[in-house]
């Protein structure tokens, strides 16, 4: 089902909804960090420092025109600051450079403290670097992550305002778009469980982002999973 998605994911965003230039792939990051996935990177020095008056923005959003559609929004105070699975990664032609990450939650995620604390260092690192993230996380808070992955991803970034976020018990279930820039920020999406899933935004610059469709992406890869195992997750 993860694997599914994921390509679905991928295929919508190549299909359109990315700006001229861009495109998408389900990659494996190696065990340690999310820097691995360079490897594909070519060496070109046109578009390293990046900027959208450089390039088409297509079918990119402003923020400033239209602010993502989310129910929460939080800017870091301090400067700005996983995994044996696919993660979408977002990648711009001209010198094959990333830009941003989409990553869906496993149980595996947030089952250890040390698996969390892997995951949750591979994001900051992301954020550090100027990659912008994507983060669905489908699965209730934990012993290890009280507060969504979320509150563990924001206290390596803002311990401060970390500290004041707190998960809505009735909408235990996160979706959250970061930002990468001096200052991140975190445009949170609490959804409760069988809700359908917004389209959340997927920044490609600091200002520019895409809306990615995730409750038709989900559905196209439910569709494919055998009736053997809907039963399962269905608890039938």
Known sequence: MHGSWITHLKEALNKGLLPPGYY????????????????????????????????????????????????????????????????????????????????????GTKDRKFSLDRFVDKAASALRQGYHLLIVDLFPPGPHDR??????????????????????????????????????????EPIAVGSLLPDMPLFLDAGWYVNVPLEQTYMQAWRGVPERWRRVIEGG
């Open 147 to 188: 507060q969504g992955v979320h509150g563990a991803v924001w206290a390596a970034v803002d311990g401060l305002e970390a500290a004041r976020y707190r998960q809505p018990v009735d909408k235990p279930l996160t979706l959250v778009a970061y930002e990468a820039k001096d200052a991140p920020t975190a445009y949170i």
């Open 24 to 107: 998408a792939l389900a990659e494996q990051p190696a065990e340690e960090a999310w820097p691995d996935v360079l490897a594909l990177e070519a060496a070109d020095s046109e578009f390293s420092t990046g900027g959208w008056p450089h390039r088409d923005p297509g079918a990119a959003i402003a923020v400033a025109e239209r602010p993502p559609q989310v129910s929460l929004t939080i800017t870091a105070e301090a400067e700005r600051v996983a995994l044996k699975q696919r993660t979408l990664v977002i990648r711009h032609a001209t010198g094959d450079r990333i830009v941003a990450l989409l990553e869906i939650v496993s149980p």
